[in-house]
């Protein structure tokens, strides 16, 4: 009797169980249906955090494909040669030579044979902390901010009155700004003149002037300072996007430093835990392939995930509602299923990102068996029990027929 009524308790415990929906059954996170249920939801009590979810095709990788980071190109759009010209700064040595038509006049004595030649050249001078600098019978020339041309004209207005039909020339004789900066994981940090003639250097160039880099390409990360902007591209990323590779501007700080780039893998992968991509990019396949693969007898092939932040424009046009959502990354969760054989070829056509997650989620028949196991402890737990009353029970009375 007791065994019976013990039997139907558990009985109607699992029956309850599972029309809850299994939710006490550990496992390695989200359900499928669930994370297809919560798209763009923000929850009955506002605890979830909204997101898009996107089914991958063809259209939609190409899309995304074609929407690559910003990068350097994007944020300094130089898409020109600089100009020679080098606006001259506070600290720099200037020259100045100043010619005349003929003798007699400021600078050219009149006697002949005195000194060869119709010009003069000042001693050189370093632009003061007021950006002037002193040129005789012309007073304090302003000189910071200006290129040389313009310091030369300014000149030859103030001589001209009195000297005869006067020219000059400004020349920059130490830059002392105008410079730019390589340094960080570099061989030989260094800070050069910006180029006043000729070919100018791109980050490539800038670094190449440095040493080169000190580790692996695909390890290495360039971050280039402009004024109060800046954007970060991986070393790669300038040898084989060259329309990162921007020119150099006087002025321009490039920090290069080492960090690898990681996705993390959870859920029904053969390992979980973060990856390094040890190469410049990989794609989704290539990426679970390097957390295991699909585990056989856990994994739904069907329900393969990859999480990450995309751009608020990129959003859109995969067609998201973006009114949904505040700032300008949007969370996206991109589907596809491993299921369907075209699955592996998209996913070959998927790059991964920096910190990007893979979660693939269990098969729905995974936790039934989780279920039946539990339930299977239980039964066998409380059989233990009887089985050990019983005994108990014939012991005690054994006991007692005993003389």
């Given at each position: 009797m007791l065994h019976d009524r013990i039997a139907r308790y558990i009985g109607f415990l699992a029956l309850a169980l599972a029309l809850g929906g299994c939710s006490w059954v550990p496992t390695t996170g989200p359900y499928a249906h669930q994370i297809r249920a919560n798209a763009d939801a923000t929850g009955a009590e506002g605890t979830h955090l909204p997101y898009a979810l996107v089914k991958l095709s063809p259209e939609i990788v190409s899309m995304v494909g074609r929407f690559e980071p910003r990068g350097l190109a994007g944020t300094f759009p130089d898409k020109y040669v600089p100009p020679t010209k080098i606006k001259f700064g506070v600290g720099d040595v200037v020259s100045v030579t100043i010619f005349e038509a003929a003798a007699g006049g400021l600078f050219i004595p009149t006697e002949a044979g005195v000194r060869p030649g119709n010009f003069v050249t000042i001693p050189d001078q370093t632009v003061d902390n007021d950006g002037n600098i002193s040129v005789p019978y012309a007073g304090l020339v302003k000189a910071a901010g200006k290129y040389n041309g313009e310091i030369q004209q300014d000149i030859v207005n103030r001589i001209k009155n009195r000297a005869i039909e006067p020219q000059v020339v400004v020349s920059l004789s130490q830059q002392r700004t105008s410079l730019i900066s390589v340094f960080g994981e570099v061989n030989t940090p260094t800070r050069y003149p910006a180029a006043a003639y000729g070919a100018q250097d791109r980050v490539t160039d800038a670094i190449t002037r440095a040493g080169g880099i000190r580790g692996q390409g695909y390890e290495t990360w360039v971050m280039l300072q402009r004024g109060n902007r800046r954007a970060t591209v991986p070393f790669a990323n300038l040898v084989y996007e060259p329309s990162n590779n921007v020119f150099v501007q006087p002025g321009d700080r490039i920090y290069v430093y080492r960090e690898q780039q990681k996705f993390l893998a959870f859920g029904a992968t053969g390992t979980q835990g973060e990856f390094n991509f040890d190469a410049w990019r990989i794609n989704l396949a290539e990426a679970v392939g390097k957390?295991?693969?699909?585990?056989?007898?856990?994994?739904?092939?069907?329900?393969?995930?990859?999480?990450?932040?995309?751009?608020?424009?990129?959003?859109?046009?995969?067609?998201?509602?973006?009114?949904?959502?505040?700032?300008?990354?949007i969370p996206v969760i991109f589907s596809t299923s491993f299921r369907d054989p075209s699955g592996y070829f998209l996913a070959t056509n998927v790059?991964?990102?920096?910190?990007?997650?893979?979660?693939?989620?269990?098969?729905?028949?995974?936790?039934?068996?989780?279920?039946?196991?539990?339930?299977?402890?239980?039964?066998?737990?409380?059989?233990?029990?009887?089985?050990?009353?019983?005994?108990?029970?014939?012991?005690?009375?054994?006991?007692?027929?005993?003389?």
């Amino acid at each position: 009797m007791l065994h019976d009524r013990i039997a139907r308790y558990i009985g109607f415990l699992a029956l309850a169980l599972a029309l809850g929906g299994c939710s006490w059954v550990p496992t390695t996170g989200p359900y499928a249906h669930q994370i297809r249920a919560n798209a763009d939801a923000t929850g009955a009590e506002g605890t979830h955090l909204p997101y898009a979810l996107v089914k991958l095709s063809p259209e939609i990788v190409s899309m995304v494909g074609r929407f690559e980071p910003r990068g350097l190109a994007g944020t300094f759009p130089d898409k020109y040669v600089p100009p020679t010209k080098i606006k001259f700064g506070v600290g720099d040595v200037v020259s100045v030579t100043i010619f005349e038509a003929a003798a007699g006049g400021l600078f050219i004595p009149t006697e002949a044979g005195v000194r060869p030649g119709n010009f003069v050249t000042i001693p050189d001078q370093t632009v003061d902390n007021d950006g002037n600098i002193s040129v005789p019978y012309a007073g304090l020339v302003k000189a910071a901010g200006k290129y040389n041309g313009e310091i030369q004209q300014d000149i030859v207005n103030r001589i001209k009155n009195r000297a005869i039909e006067p020219q000059v020339v400004v020349s920059l004789s130490q830059q002392r700004t105008s410079l730019i900066s390589v340094f960080g994981e570099v061989n030989t940090p260094t800070r050069y003149p910006a180029a006043a003639y000729g070919a100018q250097d791109r980050v490539t160039d800038a670094i190449t002037r440095a040493g080169g880099i000190r580790g692996q390409g695909y390890e290495t990360w360039v971050m280039l300072q402009r004024g109060n902007r800046r954007a970060t591209v991986p070393f790669a990323n300038l040898v084989y996007e060259p329309s990162n590779n921007v020119f150099v501007q006087p002025g321009d700080r490039i920090y290069v430093y080492r960090e690898q780039q990681k996705f993390l893998a959870f859920g029904a992968t053969g390992t979980q835990g973060e990856f390094n991509f040890d190469a410049w990019r990989i794609n989704l396949a290539e990426a679970v392939g390097k957390a295991g693969g699909l585990v056989d007898n856990q994994a739904d092939p069907g329900s393969v995930f990859l999480y990450r932040a995309e751009p608020r424009e990129l959003a859109q046009q995969l067609g998201v509602d973006v009114s949904k959502f505040a700032g300008e990354l949007i969370p996206v969760i991109f589907s596809t299923s491993f299921r369907d054989p075209s699955g592996y070829f998209l996913a070959t056509n998927v790059q991964m990102r920096n910190g990007d997650i893979l979660f693939v989620a269990n098969a729905e028949s995974v936790d039934v068996t989780k279920f039946l196991t539990s339930v299977n402890a239980i039964m066998a737990t409380a059989n233990n029990g009887l089985v050990l009353g019983s005994n108990g029970i014939a012991l005690f009375n054994a006991a007692r027929a005993l003389p």
